[in-house]
């Protein structure tokens, strides 16, 4: 059975660039992103990475841990950051995860039961691993997306989808087509028109079941 949204996110324990870590308990209070990689060394996942080390100031302002996973050892792990550091010119201080054993990928149904790693094996043995899960504080997963081996990650798109779940969450809200943060909001029908006055100020309701009001401050 495949994860979903709000489905607990599977816990695990392995090694990984930053030592042996388990994932709840890294996450402990914060959100998280979990971003997977099918191979080291490998054009596109190289700018990837290096993008994310680029926004480690907007994932840390955004109370986020990031984590790779990569379907190879530590010491290659370690090898590979030096080149994604000097694509990036900047520092990749997340941990990357050992997967060499499937655990996360497989945990993730992100590869079959069945999958393994053959000898000699390319990036397209573990073509799936290639997804990105967003994790609230609750352990719940909140998104997921997943893209093909010749699509670059919009790393922009994940940091607005952060953004919008983490306005919205708990609040009777959601975020319209193309939200940005510092754009209306719309109100939850769950709220009558004047619950809405009540809680957000003016509304404007372009019809009875579409209703926007001014963005909430994040707390």
Same mark, same amino acid.
């Given at each position: 059975?495949?994860?979903?949204?709000?489905? !607990?996110?599977? *816990?695990?324990?392995?090694?990984?660039?930053?030592?042996? /870590?388990?994932?709840?308990?890294?996450?402990?209070?914060?959100?998280?992103?979990?971003?997977?990689?099918?191979?080291?060394?490998?054009?596109?996942?190289?700018?990837?990475?290096?993008? #994310?080390?680029?926004?480690?100031?907007?994932?840390?302002?955004?109370?986020?841990?990031?984590?790779?996973?990569? #379907?190879?050892?530590?010491?290659?792990?370690?090898?590979?950051? @030096?080149?994604?550091?000097?694509?990036?010119?900047?520092?990749?201080?997340?941990?990357?995860?050992?997967?060499?054993?499937?655990?996360?990928?497989?945990?993730?149904?992100?590869?079959?039961? *069945?999958?393994?790693?053959?000898?000699?094996?390319?990036?397209? *043995?573990?073509?799936? #691993?290639?997804?990105?899960?967003?994790?609230?504080?609750?352990?719940?997963? @909140? /998104?997921?997306?997943?893209?093909?081996?010749?699509?670059? @990650?919009?790393?922009?798109?994940?940091?607005?989808?952060?953004?919008?779940?983490? !306005?919205?969450?708990?609040?009777? !809200?959601?975020?319209?087509?193309?939200?940005?943060?510092?754009?209306? #909001?719309?109100?939850?029908?769950?709220?009558? *028109?004047?619950?809405? @006055?009540?809680?957000?100020?003016? !509304?404007?309701?372009?019809?009875?079941?579409?209703?926007?009001?001014?963005?909430?401050?994040?707390?």
């Amino acid at each position: 059975m495949s994860l979903r949204i709000n489905d !607990i996110a599977p *816990d695990f324990t392995t090694d990984s660039t930053s030592g042996e /870590l388990s994932l709840h308990k890294w996450m402990g209070d914060h959100y998280a992103i979990l971003f997977s990689h099918p191979k080291d060394f490998t054009p596109v996942c190289t700018t990837e990475f290096g993008a #994310v080390a680029k926004l480690s100031k907007e994932f840390e302002k955004r109370g986020t841990k990031v984590m790779g996973v990569s #379907v190879d050892s530590v010491e290659e792990h370690h090898k590979w950051v @030096r080149d994604i550091e000097a694509f990036a010119d900047a520092p990749a201080n997340f941990p990357i995860i050992d997967d060499r054993s499937l655990q996360v990928a497989k945990l993730y149904n992100m590869l079959p039961a *069945d999958a393994y790693l053959p000898d000699g094996r390319t990036p397209a *043995d573990s073509a799936t #691993v290639r997804t990105v899960f967003i994790i609230g504080p609750d352990k719940k997963i @909140r /998104l997921t997306m997943s893209y093909p081996m010749t699509v670059g @990650r919009n790393f922009a798109e994940i940091l607005r989808a952060l953004d919008a779940i983490q !306005i919205t969450d708990g609040a009777p !809200i959601a975020t319209p087509a193309n939200w940005v943060p510092g754009q209306d #909001v719309i109100v939850a029908l769950s709220l009558s *028109d004047e619950a809405a @006055r009540e809680k957000f100020g003016e !509304i404007d309701i372009k019809l009875p079941y579409l209703r926007y009001a001014k963005a909430p401050k994040k707390a």
